[in-house]
């Protein structure tokens, strides 16, 4: 769940089309037309990239006559589906991926059982990556991709390149070359296995 | 220890700054080290053994980190470097929040100024890298006219949302930003201070930057969420030795610092050289001081530095180590998910609790902590959910309040009008007078006299505790023995 409570409003006088905003842009709400861009506040999730990435200043977050609740009712899916989903992906439903607004696994599970098949609409519809926007990318994408959807970064926008690799797969080489430095490879792929394993048995 | 001696009047902490991450600095009416009570400790008196530093050390000290910067800068190997060639100095934000942050902005001075006078080239930019505050070092490079001394043009901000560039790795594609790495040599322009330990677990600490102020976000969700505590920061070591990076990494420079201020320079063409020592030497000078901070039994802590919430400093220790310090962050056995990290905050249920039992709770000897002045711009409801917080100021509430990283912080704090009164209500509601206060006071750490009592009469102990039981088993965890220290000398 995110409560929206601000704005990306653009100043037209400002803008002169770089279109840094739109490549920045998590959910596809600003858009550049005629070499000025224009914001949706109907799409805005105010995580304020293009305020702070564009090289004019251009753009201001103002606070929202209305807030704006985003959400997926977790209760209208079945459990062990959401389950078998976030194990897919090496993750507990309950965990929290996004640290900003506190979306769990199951919500992005849930969004995507019901329908959404993109890291943007699952942004819109939960909330989650739409305040940092960096630190939840891979758990989300990997939940994408474990619904069974492919991965098609655009590649007019940086809003993500791709997946990388997880505790799962780092070769077995690269473990005995660098453990000795002091990486705890095999024990935390151990710590998070547990981790995704809790509650399990209660289903 | 003879107590008396050892108390001082509080030491100025570091002035609120003007930033759209905090409020407006006049709003700042009162700081707590100025209140009743407070006194300070210097850290080279409660550990002696801690080396002398340049800074802070009164006036003329940054003229004459410049010139040792130049000459430790001079010693590296820059043959590769062609005049007609380019050359970017990586720097990130973490150094310009280091003890007021002129001694970083004297570094990336004397490494521009060096690299011209050695090699004549004269494309020489700055890239400062930022944590989740995409305008933060922009407005560092204005505050400390780095814009103009690198030149029009030559200074630059850059955020992990910004262009992307793959860089082969021995554990297959991570991201970097193109703007880092855009020229045909980088620099790396770091400090040995070690923040935070409950990310980077002292393992690799020089190199961190690799992953996370140079890297797009792909590179720094992998850390943070797909390799787990322990090994998060191979994500750094994995980026650093790809043949990319390596083809283009001329040398590192940093800031020597320790607890108590800038001990000197250290710029070496082999960055693991400097990472040994920012790793080893780290552990002692620091360790220490998070040891002693670990045996405080109930205190207030006080915010009130211009940083977000977890990165407020109190004797080189930021207050995400001390929500942490109930727990050895240092030992990877001992302590595989701290109090607090992302990946112990990840692994809370909806029921408020750890997913795993084992899971170390938030610091409980903090029974309050008065947010008198911090900034936003980073994930911090987990620590208000978990720890009586009572924020300075309606401003402040507000701006929390409408800031996308923090739109829960205050659903769980209260607001205070006053400083002496949020003050007041944590005396009052915890029944301790023991206060400590993360507010970057240079060269020591201020506090209620209470508190300053007990960290004297504890040093002595964890000193040989360290040095004796925990630094012995740090090495070992990290592949060395304690004859590191000798060939570090
Ligand atoms: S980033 Fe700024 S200048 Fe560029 S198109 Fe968007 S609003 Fe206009
Ligand atoms: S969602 Fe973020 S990037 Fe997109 S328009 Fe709103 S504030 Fe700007």
Same mark, same amino acid.
């Not at chain 1, 590649?155 to 809003?159: I, L, Q, S």
């Given at each position: 769940m995110k409560r929206v409570t601000m704005n990306a409003v653009v100043d037209q006088n400002l803008c002169i089309g770089c279109k840094i905003c739109e490549k920045v842009c998590p959910v596809y709400a600003i858009q550049v037309t005629n070499r000025k861009a224009f914001s949706d506040d109907q799409k805005c999730?105010?995580?304020a990239n293009c305020a702070d990435r564009c090289p004019q200043h251009a753009i201001k977050m103002v606070e929202r006559a209305e807030i704006r609740e985003l959400g997926v009712d977790v209760s209208k899916f079945d459990p062990k589906e959401i389950r078998a989903l976030c194990e897919k992906a090496h993750l507990n439903p309950e965990q929290i991926l996004c640290y900003c607004t506190g979306t769990r696994a199951e919500e992005v599970a849930a969004c995507l059982l019901g329908g959404a098949t993109t890291p943007e609409e699952v942004s819109a519809q939960t909330g989650i990556r739409t305040a940092c926007t960096i630190e939840c990318i891979q758990p989300l994408l990997r939940l994408v991709q474990a619904a069974g959807n492919e991965l098609h970064p655009d590649?007019?926008?940086?809003?993500w390149y791709g997946v990388t690799t997880t505790a799962w797969e780092i070769p077995q080489e690269v473990k005995d070359k660098y453990n000795s430095r002091g990486f705890y490879f095999d024990e935390d792929r151990e710590l998070l296995d547990r981790v995704v394993k809790v509650g399990a048995d209660k289903q | 220890m003879e107590n008396k001696n050892l108390i001082h009047p509080a030491i100025l902490p570091i002035a609120p700054k003007p930033s759209q991450y905090g409020i407006d600095p006049s709003l700042v009416k009162t700081r707590v080290a100025e209140l009743p009570g407070m006194c300070s400790l210097k850290l080279s008196e409660l550990f002696p053994e801690l080396p002398d530093v340049i800074f802070p050390g009164g006036e003329g000290a940054l003229d004459k980190l410049y010139e040792l910067a130049k000459d430790e800068i001079r010693k590296v190997d820059m043959s590769m470097i062609q005049p007609d060639q380019s050359v970017n100095v990586l720097a990130s934000h973490h150094g310009f929040t280091l003890l007021g942050g002129q001694p970083y902005a004297v570094l990336l001075k004397a490494i521009r100024d060096v690299v011209i006078e050695k090699t004549g080239c004269k494309n020489i930019r700055l890239r400062a890298g930022v944590g989740m505050r995409f305008r933060e070092t922009e407005e560092y490079i204005k505050r400390y006219g780095l814009d103009t001394y690198y030149g029009p043009g030559k200074a630059k901000g850059v955020a992990p949302v910004d262009e992307g560039i793959p860089i082969e790795t021995e554990i297959g594609t991570l991201y970097g930003i193109k703007a880092i790495y855009d020229a045909d040599w980088i620099i790396h322009a770091h400090h040995t201070d070690v923040r935070e330990v409950h990310f980077h677990r002292q393992i690799d600490k020089a190199v961190k930057p690799f992953s996370m102020s140079y890297a797009r976000i792909e590179s720094r969700s992998t850390y943070h969420q797909n390799l787990g505590p322990r090994a998060a920061n191979f994500t750094a070591r994995a980026i650093f030795e790809s043949k990319f990076v390596q083809s283009k990494f001329a040398f590192g420079a940093f800031l020597n610092v320790g607890p108590h201020g800038v001990i000197g320079v250290i710029a070496d063409n082999n960055l693991y050289n400097i990472n040994d020592r920012a790793t080893f030497i780290g552990c002692q000078l620091y360790g220490k001081v998070m040891t002693l901070f670990g045996k405080i039994d109930e205190c207030i802590a006080v915010l009130d530095f211009p940083c977000p919430v977890p990165y407020v400093f109190s004797a080189g220790v930021i207050y995400a180590n001390f929500t942490g310090a109930n727990s050895d962050l240092y030992d990877m056995e001992g302590t595989p998910?701290? %109090?607090?990290?992302w990946y112990t905050e990840a692994f809370y249920g909806k029921n408020g609790k750890p997913l795993l039992p084992e899971t170390p709770p938030l610091n409980p000897a903090i029974k309050m902590c008065v947010h008198n002045y911090a900034w936003t711009g980073y994930p911090s409801a987990f620590f208000s959910e978990h720890i009586p917080t009572v924020v300075v100021g309606a401003e402040q509430a507000k701006l929390f309040d409408t800031e996308p990283m923090n739109i829960k912080y205050m659903d769980h704090a209260t607001i205070a009008k006053t400083t002496e009164g949020a003050m007041e209500f944590a005396y009052n509601a915890t029944g301790t007078d023991k206060v400590i206060i993360f507010? %970057?006071?240079?060269g020591g750490l201020n506090c209620s006299e209470s508190l300053a009592k007990e960290l004297i009469e504890k040093a002595p102990a964890v000193s040989k505790e360290v040095e004796e039981v925990l630094m012995p088993k740090w090495f070992r965890q990290r592949g060395v023995d304690m004859s590191v220290l000798e060939k570090l000398k």
């Open positions: 999730v105010a995580c590649p007019n926008g940086w809003r | 998910l701290p %109090g607090y990290t507010d %970057g006071a240079m």
